[in-house]
């Protein structure tokens, strides 16, 4: 136990925080009570969300308990957690800690039990990147939705706040009670390697009505939304995670286009926000990602947007936070700027004993330090966690992937699929008409754990509406045999169906075989399966739709649009310029065609 001495001289720490950090909060009694019983080492590892490998917190398989001594220096999340005290864990498909709905759920009890069994033991924020769409961290059987841009396609705030209240729902009930979504960038680059279909579209208050309307969907199931990534990543052709982009726009056009949807979120009560390796010379002009940045993180986000709630970074292990400062001062300097939380680090150890060596000598303060703890301990008390830690596994079972939320998940599809082209009204398709389907094209990787691929769910759907559909995978790069190929198969089919995943140039490949089907006569649908940018480049294509993710949910969904079940109602999120002439727009935003009676 503390001493008096040492538990006043925490209490005038925490007193301090509370002026510092902002105004003291209805629920502060009790997380301040926490922080003054907290030695300094506890409240370092607070600010610290870590990966771990392997399914279970106790006894993963060996090759995991090999991947954590070498990354981490332990064998288990649960002597992760006892030797640096974390206050969260993220989870990912490739550290093996989603494999199923009921292993997560077991896995958060032991992270919770072993994180609780220590000295003064906190519970554990353990969050995710479950945005839908392009990026997903738990698989089927849980509810995957349609991604953020099909999302914008639809237009509706109440169809956002379902998905996030639904997807909410399911999280919590594995344990994960923070989610790195929505994404608040507004795409405006069509070349941006790392947002794109991720955001919600170019419409600044479009986008600012969804991601305030996601934001309250996870708050009301109980899962703290993490709006991301400020100051804004939507225009820029360099990917965070390999390399440092440059955003040019001057302060006049982020204030009127990446902050709104930023003060939509706030406004909204976002629980927590992620900052970008960015580096915005408008912003601050010192050179630093903004992630570092105390004139953008603080002066900005923190005094003049008025946001008093978690700061996270993005992950510490990417580039764009890597190329300036080593990885024992990038923790430092980040929470020199302004922020809480810090994810991911590429080596715990010396990312946790900087933050230590630099509140011991003196050049971060522990009031500072104080001042996030505070924060992500009332987090943590807002979320239940410090009453109820631990999920019951049988709840699993009847939440996620609930038949209601997978109905759902249909329904939003159904406003979401975009008709851009149907010259001489070719859609709907009859079975009557073309009942002999050749489906080809694109075969991505699943994003979210969906059965796949996506020309073998597009002909399984249509099979399933009456027509007889054949599956080609022709992949995003077709060899001029395969494009040989397919025109042959397509000699037995009464229209051709393809496919088709970022085209572009005019030499793309895939616009090739778009071009050669087209040449055989053959009626030829293309569906735009990732970027609606597509259709500037299929102009052989005698209709085109985009449905801007993907997963099953929405390949069922264009589907029964092209079968005429659904009629199209989505309305594009994105401007599509020319591809022959970038400075014209060939579809505006809100452009998309309909079936008439």
Known sequence: MPSRRTV??????????????????????????????????????QVFVSRVFGHSATAPDQADADANGRELGVRTAAELLARYRLGG????????????????????????RASLQQPRGLP???????????????????????GAMAIGAGGSRADARTLGRLAGRELRAMGIRQNYSPVADVNVNPANPVIGVRSFGADPEAVAALVSAEAEGYRAAGVAATVKHFPGHGDTAVDSHTGFPVITHSREVWEALDAVPFRAAIAAGAESVMTAHILVPSLDASGDPATLSRPIVTGILRERLGY??????????????????????????????????LLNPPDLDVAWNAVLKAVRDGELTEQRLD???????????????????????ADVGRTVGAREHRAAADRIAERTTTLLVNEGSLLPLSPRTHPRLLVVGADPASPTGTTGPPTGVLAAALTGLGFRATAL???????????????????????VVVATYNVTTAADPQRTLVDRLAATGRPVVAVAVRNPYDVAQLVSSQACLATCSWTDVELRAAARVIAGVDRPRGKLPVPVRRADDPAQVLYPIGYGLTYTA
């Open 89 to 112: 864990i993220i989870y990912f498909t490739w550290t093996h800690n989603t494999r199923d709905p009921r292993q997560i759920a077991d896995l958060s009890n032991g992270i919770q």
């Open 308 to 341: 008093d709630g978690v700061v996270i970074t993005d992950a510490l292990d990417m580039a764009g936070v890597r190329t300036k400062y080593g990885d024992d001062r990038v923790p430092v300097l980040a929470i020199e700027a302004g922020v809480d939380q």
């Open 124 to 146: 554990v924020l353990i969050s995710t990147d479950q945005e839908h769409g392009a990026v997903c961290r738990v698989g089927s059987p849980a509810t995957l939705f349609p």
């Open 473 to 495: 995978s022709t992949g995003t790069s077709p060899s001029a045999e395969t494009i040989t190929g397919a025109v042959t198969a397509a000699g037995g089919a009464d229209a």
């Open 371 to 393: 001042v996030s703890v505070l924060r992500i301990l009332r987090l943590k008390a807002r979320l239940g966690l410090l009453d109820e830690p631990y999920v019951d596994p």
């Open 8 to 45: 006043l001289a925490a209490g005038a720490g925490v007193t301090a925080a509370l002026t510092v950090g902002g105004p003291a909060h209805a629920n502060d009694r009790r997380p301040g009570e926490l922080l003054s019983r907290m030695t300094l080492e506890e409240k370092v590892g």
